[in-house]
Nanobody, 126 residues
Framework: QVRLVQSGGGLVQAGASLRLSCAASDGTLGNHAIGWFRQAPGKEREFVAAITWKSFTTYYGDDVKGRFTISRDNAKNTVYLQMNSLKPEDTAVYYC???????????????????WGQGAQVTVSS
């Protein structure tokens, strides 16, 4: 199986930037699409971004498009989420996830992913 270990997160002011990392500690990310999801208190898990394995095609949720960038470094077996122009509504626990069997390009569906990181808290103050 793939073990995903996250790093990053923290407390920042609105307008600041953060970068989250998601690394495979045991195994590789080969043949896996990687998605980022977030969950705020009282809300359902929300799709943030995803990147495919073969084509490096990226997908973004409407709320983060133009501000967040997902990327992967295969040599480091790590996926990143660069978050710019952060807003208070971005406050959430952020999770990375890996999946090999994404059906019908449903990269925005959490149920399509098999493995999940432990989560990282991102708090954005006004």
């Amino acid at each position: 199986q793939v073990r995903l270990v996250q790093s990053g997160g923290g407390l920042v002011q609105a307008g600041a930037s953060l970068r989250l990392s998601c690394a495979a500690s045991d195994g590789t990310l080969g043949n896996h699409a990687i998605g980022w999801f977030r969950q705020a208190p009282g809300k359902e898990r929300e799709f943030v971004a995803a990147i495919t394995w073969k084509s490096f095609t990226t997908y973004y949720g409407d709320d983060v498009k133009g501000r967040f960038t997902i990327s992967r470094d295969n040599a480091k077996n790590t996926v990143y989420l660069q978050m710019n122009s952060l807003k208070p509504e971005d406050t959430a626990v952020y999770y990375c996830a890996a999946g090999q069997t994404i059906v019908n390009n449903r990269f925005d569906s959490a149920s399509e992913y098999e493995y999940w990181g432990q989560g990282a808290q991102v708090t954005v103050s006004s």
